[in-house]
């Protein structure tokens, strides 16, 4: 058993994984840079360990201080949390060779599913179904014309090392094709020092549906349903709910099992989840995270299960304390990310928090490393708070979510809360009658950019 855990993150997942680590009598070490000198984190840890000046890749990316802060203390596992190191295969590899335990999958995993030209390989011998696509790398820009021809347009060109949106080009036409073809080899080399690309059919009405899988690494893994995180903005998730408005129960249980199994055949072990785009009633596998989501809580809401207790659980060699059986779906939950942002061009916004309440009441989360006074710092992601409702069911979620929107204060910057409420008024968001493309146009034509 663990007696104390080393959180290699900052923020709300940082605190969410002390709380967790505080239900199960486990003491926590927070890292910090000099920037976080204040944080919520530090403060709400057992104890805390400066590892790095404010930059990212001195401090929170930095292995060497990470390592260095866990035989000070005496930790004995990590939690990486999301970002950051999550999913870093040699950070787990080193963590191993200092004998200590990376809460989280395998490195080799990581590694299979890092890559997604490897991730989708190994999902189709899984017998998980993929987006229609390249076999493999596309080398030179003449095959992705070859290709785009074959397929037929509209195509994505996509970075293998690509994630957080960025290195995917949409190709409509074979005239787009070389500018796409160039830019996200382009991006890929520049963000992740990784140039080869593959390309998929470009589905045009999908949702984006995943599904959150979890292993104890003995050959037992269960799903725990979907989550619809198609509201995206630039390729990334602002509203996230479970149930998916629009899956069945047989559905579910269909691609949920065809998941589980695949976790199963692996070994895999942790929590993961398994990214699908959903069109005319057909999953198609997109790519795989080895790591907690950022919207975690919407499942947590649903089954009244910890994910990170769980994640703990089977780092010590537990059994995850739940079979598939046990899992039955109360109610649903939505979650709306709030961002340090300034409408309506999304600007980072970071500054001093004047004054904050959190929202409460029934069925309210809220999921924040805020406090009155808190100096948002400039350095990191724009990530401020999570807001997680639950109710008996959609429509009593949504209420849920409008009124905890009308409590909440946090003044002294922007934030991306008048988003939310202006969504509460439309008829799609209502019905649940949404796509990946939705919010885009929905912003196009609400808050045209200044
Ligand atoms: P990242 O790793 O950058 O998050 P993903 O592969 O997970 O990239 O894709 C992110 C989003 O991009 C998806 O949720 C979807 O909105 C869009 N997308 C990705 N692949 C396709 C595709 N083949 N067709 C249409 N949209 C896609």
Redesign the pocket.
């Known amino acids: 058993m663990f007696d104390k855990i080393l959180i290699a993150n900052r923020g709300e997942i940082a605190l969410r994984v002390i709380r967790a680590c505080r239900e199960m009598g486990i003491q926590s070490v927070a890292v910090h840079s000099t920037a976080d000198a204040d944080a919520m984190h530090v403060r709400m840890a057992d104890e805390s360990v400066c590892i790095g000046p404010p930059a990212g890749t001195q401090s929170y990316l930095n292995m060497a201080s990470i390592i260095a802060a866990c035989e000070v203390t005496g930790a004995q596992a990590i939690h990486p949390g999301y970002g950051f190191l999550s999913e870093n295969a040699n950070f787990v590899q080193i963590i191993e060779d200092h004998g200590l335990t990376f809460i989280g999958p395998t490195a080799e995993h990581i590694r299979i599913m890092g890559d997604?030209i490897t991730a989708k390989d190994t999902m189709i011998k899984l017998g998980v179904p993929c987006?229609p696509?390249s076999d493999g790398g596309v080398p030179d820009l003449a095959t992705a014309k070859k290709l785009g021809e074959e397929m037929g347009y509209?195509?994505?060109i996509?970075a293998t090392a690509?994630?957080?949106?960025?290195?995917?080009k949409?190709a409509e036409t074979a005239e787009d094709m070389e500018k796409a073809f160039m830019t996200a080899r382009a991006e890929g080399k520049a963000n992740f020092g990784n140039d080869e690309v593959y390309i998929?059919?470009?589905?045009?009405t999908?949702r984006?549906i995943e599904i959150q899988v979890f292993g104890d690494g003995k050959g037992n893994a269960v799903h725990l349903g979907e989550r619809d995180?198609?509201l995206?903005r630039r390729?990334?998730?602002v509203f996230e709910e479970a149930p998916g408005p629009c899956i069945t129960p047989e559905e579910r249980a269909r691609i949920g099992k065809i998941c589980a199994d695949a976790m199963a055949d692996i070994n895999y072990i942790g929590a993961g989840t398994i990214?699908f785009?959903y069109e005319n009633g057909e999953f198609?596998f997109?790519?795989m995270?080895t790591r907690l989501q950022v919207e975690h809580p919407v499942t947590e809401s649903i089954f009244g299960v910890d994910l990170v207790r769980e994640q703990i659980r089977v780092a010590e060699g537990l059994p995850m304390s739940f079979t598939q059986d046990d899992l039955e779906i109360n109610g649903h939950s939505i979650e709306v990310r709030i961002n340090a942002e300034k409408l309506p061009n999304f600007t980072p916004c970071p500054g001093k928090i004047s004054q904050y309440h959190a929202p409460g009441g029934l069925g309210v989360r809220m999921d924040s490393a805020l406090y009155d006074g808190y100096s948002i710092p400039p350095y990191y992601d724009s990530l401020i708070g999570k807001l997680i409702v639950h109710g008996r069911d959609r429509p009593e979620a949504l209420a849920r979510l409008a009124r905890a929107l009308g409590e909440i204060i946090i003044d002294g910057i922007d934030t991306s809360l008048p988003l939310f409420s202006a969504l509460l008024a439309e008829d799609d968001i209502l019905s649940g009658n949404y796509n990946?493309?939705w919010l885009e146009k929905w912003l196009e034509a609400n808050m045209a950019e200044g």
């Open positions: 997604k987006v696509g509209p195509v994505i996509k690509g994630g957080g949106g960025k290195g995917m949409v998929e059919k470009y589905l045009t999908p984006h995180c198609s995206q390729h990334q998730k990214e785009l198609y997109i790519e995270n990946i493309h």
